[in-house]
């Protein structure tokens, strides 16, 4: 038999011809693939794609579709130029995504981004050659069980926002609570058993529930369980048995008070602190301490993985209680604050 032979292929049937309702979203569908997607990724990549749109018709370029070219060029417009502030490198990437994004959306094909791969990689090695911060990724501060003594010492607890924002911070380092976690707990999620606490949380990055157990903390000034249960004891005063965990508290103490802006409500009807809100209350918290860092909302959840470490549990009880995959590589990094010093590979060496 010849090796040069030739095979012809035919197919058994001719292939379907697509028409535009083939490649077309309805509005019911466009809505239920948005809800797979973050409130606070699909709020930074609307803010992106915004800016990108005003860059391009200011330059007489075409935002959707875009080419190729268009992204190199606005990739290099932010790494480069002058004012405003140029992006760091990571930034840089959340942009594209958000470009790319924006074209599937659209049905669109997603332009080539090698350009911007290419752009992206000189940029961050002439940041990390000439020493500027915005070479290295940017981090929450890990809170540590020292920064937990100095910021609950800070508290009044004899007012309603020191007690709320003790159990703030202490709870959601119990479970690792992502800003969004905490913000949406509820009275009813924070049950009490003889060992601790029993809470019910929505790992909306994992798209599960997790019933996580927290027990009783051996210094009762750092215990998560005494703190949620002063806090529920104090909103229970208040005539709030049910409903929403952590609601604001206005500057005169009223707990989940209405607010109105020119005149209209604005705000969870019924007093829900928003993720950033959960957040500002860390930040501020630290600010009042004066401690050094880069404060937010993940620093509780770091600041578990952290200390979890040092006091020697193992990676998947780590992962369980903070709602981590078993390879998660973000856990894997907050691990190796702890390893770095206490599995050395130098140790024994010299």
């Not at 095979?7 to 049937?13: I, L």
């Not at 005494?226 to 049910?242: E, I, Q």
């Not at 702890?338 to 060496?349: F, I, S």
Request: net charge positive; with cysteine.
């Amino acid at each position: 038999m010849s090796q040069n032979r030739v095979v012809e292929v035919v197919p058994t049937r001719s292939s379907p011809t697509l028409h535009a309702p083939d490649r077309a979203l309805s509005a019911a569908a466009r809505t239920a693939v948005a809800a797979g997607v973050p409130d606070s990724t699909r709020a930074a990549y609307s803010n992106d794609f915004t800016k990108f749109k005003n860059w391009c018709e200011a330059n007489d370029r075409s935002p959707l579709p875009a080419t190729a070219e268009t992204l190199t060029e606005y990739a290099a417009h932010l790494a480069y130029r002058d004012e405003p502030k140029p992006l760091s490198p990571g930034s840089i990437e959340r942009v594209r995504s958000a470009i790319r994004s924006a074209h599937r959306a659209a049905g669109l094909e997603p332009p080539d981004s090698i350009g911007l791969a290419k752009v992206v990689k000189g940029y961050r090695a002439r940041l990390a050659e000439s020493r500027d911060p915005r070479a290295k990724p940017r981090k929450a501060t890990a809170a540590t069980k020292d920064t937990l003594t100095q910021v609950i010492a800070g508290f009044d607890l004899a007012t309603p926002a020191g007690v709320r924002d003790a159990a703030i911070w202490l709870l959601g380092f119990s479970f690792a609570g992502r800003r969004s976690e905490i913000a949406s707990l509820d009275i009813e999620d924070a049950v009490e058993t003889d060992e601790g606490l029993t809470i019910k949380v929505y790992r909306k990055k994992g798209q599960r529930f997790d019933e996580i157990a927290v027990p009783f903390a051996e210094n009762p000034a750092l215990c998560p369980v005494l703190a949620v249960m002063r806090w529920k004891a104090c909103l229970a005063n208040h005539g709030r048995t049910s409903g929403a965990l952590f609601v604001r508290i206005n500057r005169h103490g009223h707990i989940g008070p209405n607010i109105t802006r020119d005149g209209r409500p604005i705000g969870d009807p019924t007093g829900r602190m928003t993720a950033q809100a959960i957040s500002q209350v860390i930040t501020r918290s630290a600010g009042r301490k004066a401690l050094t860092g880069r404060w937010s909302g993940h620093s509780v959840r770091r600041g578990f993985a952290t200390e979890a470490r040092k006091a020697g549990h193992d990676r998947i009880r780590i992962a369980r209680q903070g709602g981590w995959s078993d390879n998660s590589t973000a856990l894997a990094g907050y691990m190796e604050d702890a390893d770095r010093w206490t599995d050395n590979a130098l140790k024994g060496v010299l």
